[in-house]
């Protein structure tokens, strides 16, 4: 079992930062992808990126691609999202997702452990 909290939300002016946290505790010992999601209200659950078991490669939507940067600590159990040139659109909830090695990275029916989320708010 793996529980997962995010932290780092809040509101910023558009064009500026923000850096997301994810903490994992529990059964870290085991490596897993890690990813991304937000849900505005009104829509569906979207991808936003993700990191894979080894912090080896990543993946981005393109909606964020240049903006994002996903990187992990391993001695923290710590993933993070710095989150630059923010837009009112990404305002979200965003969560926090952890999946076998195996999970493919940009869909969420693959990820088995959530955090509760934390919310973004871009204002214009």
């Known amino acids: 079992q793996v529980h997962l909290v995010e932290s780092g939300g809040g509101l910023v002016q558009a064009g500026g930062s923000l850096r997301l946290s994810c903490t994992a505790s529990g059964r870290t010992s085991t490596r897993y992808t890690t990813g991304w999601f937000r849900q505005a209200p009104g829509l569906e659950r979207e991808f936003v990126s993700a990191?894979?078991?080894?912090?080896?490669?990543?993946y981005y939507a393109d909606s964020v691609k240049g903006r994002f940067t996903i990187s992990r600590d391993y001695a923290k159990n710590l993933v993070y999202l710095q989150m630059n040139s923010l837009k009112p659109e990404d305002t979200a909830v965003y969560y926090c997702?952890?999946?076998?090695?195996?999970?493919?990275?940009?869909?969420?029916?693959?990820?088995?452990?959530w955090g509760q989320g934390t919310q973004v708010t871009v204002s214009s």
């Open positions: 997702a952890a999946g076998s090695s195996s999970t493919r990275p940009v869909l969420a029916s693959g990820y088995r452990y």
């Open positions: 990191i894979n078991s080894i912090g080896s490669d990543t």
